[in-house]
């Protein structure tokens, strides 16, 4: 599950408020939107996983997005 990536040690700070808008509320939000990005970030597709991330990192680029 991604939100197991907070265990790992502190996130930059830019990232703080992407990590409290997942755990409020993880039941409702977190938990569902995880497993969703999981399913299109790491299932089955045409596109490599590396496709993805690059497409998912030049999507945040343009909209001036840290992610």
């Known amino acids: 599950m991604r939100l197991s990536v907070i265990e790992r040690g502190p996130a930059p700070p830019e990232a703080l408020g992407v990590i409290k808008t997942l755990m409020y509320r993880p039941e409702l939000f977190g938990q569902p939107f995880s497993e969703a990005l999981d399913v299109v970030m790491r299932g089955p ?23």
Do not use: I, K, V
């Open 45 to 67: 597709s045409e596109w490599s996983t590396g496709e993805r991330e690059l497409f998912a990192a030049f999507t945040s680029l343009l909209r001036q997005c840290p992610f």
